[in-house]
């Protein structure tokens, strides 16, 4: 089945034909070339190079270039800064500065070339960082980190300087942090917290700040890489080498722009192998993504709703604020279990629901209603469960869900009872207990039984202290001193932690990597679909729909005639009624212009029909190679699915509700390839009108699998056509009654 056997991200279509013909170009991949094994049907790398980054992080000798201790110098303070670092790391530091003996009594180096040993990492304290990477170059440094601002954050002439950096990066065979990056990688991280830990990757060094203050309250941190302009390493390297990490939980970043689409994929990819969470701030999201495009389909989509789609697909947790980001990350390292290696990531699910205990009814409703409104699962417990609370718990109070104990015991036992009666039920997953204001002795006692239970419980125990002082025992010194149970100050930022706990621990038990089924070559459909394409130029819609049948996607029976009494002849072997429109490369939307004539039922309608359209375009000054007279399909549902390019992904295909008023209703899901079968399922699922589909007023159900499998044909066509296929537009799919398939009955294509 030709839809079953998915493809990868954009591909130039003049290596896809290098392919075809029987060659195989090696891409570079920072630098060193991929094997061809791991290449996809366009030549691009199915997997993430990860870079092996420990001596970056871990140096065993840093040299700091243009190192100082004059009073009043800026660099003066970055390199105090630096010798209390290597001092912690056990890094021997090597000053570098042209004129000077010494630096804070350390001896000093005139250039690189003169440094006493080989060095693992180079502190570039220069304003031009471009020459020292030639020098770094000979002297085989492994990394280099630049602070040097002026590069493509000013504009055209600082984006050329930084170009020519990265190229000098490359020919050198070192790795670059920066430029216009910071300090952040040589913070102070605490080493007396235990538990997985947070791994933060930030664009912007400050935005990371709340993040890194997670370690006051208890919360382990163990790297920063702030990435700055990412003139070679970037948010994506960072993301494949701390998912290896065993130590790292969760990876929190902060992203202000990708860099490159297919590699973000590939390190997300590479995460959720891991079942290592990955959460993000990615700024953006009111960005219009604006284009020149002739399809429904290139006004529907989006650059954030590209980029919300790819996060979606592989795993990534997008949050919007730093709160969120911070108290999220928490969660989910919290919970991190790290599964094992040859299970990639998946493992047994634990259940999902969520029970919400209180010392106030009041409280607990208020907390379950907002729960199930963000779309937790609140199960009602057993009647036997029930029973079971209310040995402890005196019967007039409710213990469904929410769970109200009036008051939690102080004098005796029964308030650790309760806990774990609840964290025995099978299908809880989940025990939220929100606490809206200490109430000592009380609150104490509930911290101190919810922490105790957290030891003793492989599920997840959240506590919301809602007091905005903060300064209480029960939460500085109980709650905080836990590594097991996830803390909050407010409910909706427990909420949504919880939420993309549950929904991670659901993806990563069902994930398969897309990548692992990347086709490695060409279909026989592209040789028949590339003879029809025409570069630079629009499609006619007969032509458009030749290209949809060189990829097995159904067109309805039709012929595109040159004269009325072609027409009538036509018309007579597609069998009445039938549909007549305008055919030339030039005309995006036949509806609008009157080129559309639909259920005609006899000769005379259909050379009147003729004529008129022919009129219309001549009017218009349009160019026709013909009018099509076409079969009329009727019973089915309306839906559109396209192509378009996105500048960092390539290829992106969306599905939506169709007809005249696509652009109205604005009804769509898009996906980034390399997606499957479930993928292109779950697209249907976030569409409203998702239930025009399972039947209205009486209608049939219709053929899900059918526009499936257009869907994933579609996907095949753009990533083997890649950017030669600049728009595809089926509008509108006609999908007919369950088991009848799916129709094109109108297709716009965009050649590049």
Known sequence: MLGSTHGTLTTDSRRARAIACGEHPSPVVHGRPAATDDLDVSGRPLYADVPDLDRFFRPGSVAVVGASDADGRPNTGITRQLLGWAERVGARLHPVHPTRQSVFGIPCSPSVADLPEQVDLAVLLVSDPLPVIEQLAETKVKFAIAFASGFAETGAEGAAAQERLAAAVARSGLRLLGPNTNLNAFERFRDDLDGPAIALITQSGHQGRPVFALQELGIRLSHWAPTGNEADLETADFISYFAEQPEVGAIAAYVEGLKDGRSFLLAADRAARRGVPVVAVKVGRTETGARTAASHTGKLTGADAVVDAAMRQFG????????????????????????????????????????????????????????????????????????????????YLNVANPVDNGGHPVGDWRGRKI????????????????????????????????????????????????????????????????????????????????????????????YHSPFDEAPRSLSPSFRKAQALMRPGQQLSEHAAKQLLRAYGIRVPREQLVTSAAAAVRAASLVGYPVVMKASGARIAHKTELGLVKIGLTSASQVRDAYRELTDIARYEGISLDGVLVCQMVERGVEMVVGVTHDRLFGPTITVGLGGVLVEVLRDSAVRVPPFGEDQARAMLTELRGRTLLDGVRGAPPADVDALVEVVLRVQRMALELGDDLAELDINPLMVLPRGQGAVALDALAVCR
């Open 419 to 510: 806990i774990d009666a609840i964290l025995d039920d099978p299908d809880v997953g989940v025990l939220i207990c929100p606490i809206t204001g200490p109430f000592p002795p009380m609150s104490d006692k509930l911290a101190q039984d919810l922490v105790d239970a957290a030891e003793q419980t492989d599920k997840l125990v959240c506590v919301v202290w809602g007091s905005p002082v903060g300064t209480e025992p029960a939460y500085r010194e109980t709650l905080l001193g836990s590594s097991r149970v996830a803390t909050f100050r407010t409910f909706a930022n427990c909420i949504t932690a919880v939420r993309a706990h549950l929904d991670h621990q659901r993806f990563t038990t069902a």
């Open 316 to 395: 990534v947790i997008r949050v919007d604020g730093l709160d969120e980001l911070q108290d999220t990350a928490a969660l989910l390292a919290r919970a991190h279990r790290r599964p094992d290696p040859d299970t990639e990531g998946r493992r047994p699910r634990t259940a999902d629901g969520v029970v919400v205990y209180s010392i106030s009814g009041g409280t607990g409703a208020h907390f379950a209603d907002l729960a199930a409104e963000a779309g937790l699962h609140l199960p009602v417990l057993s009647e036997a469960k029930q029973a079971e609370l209310h040995q402890w718990i005196p019967e």
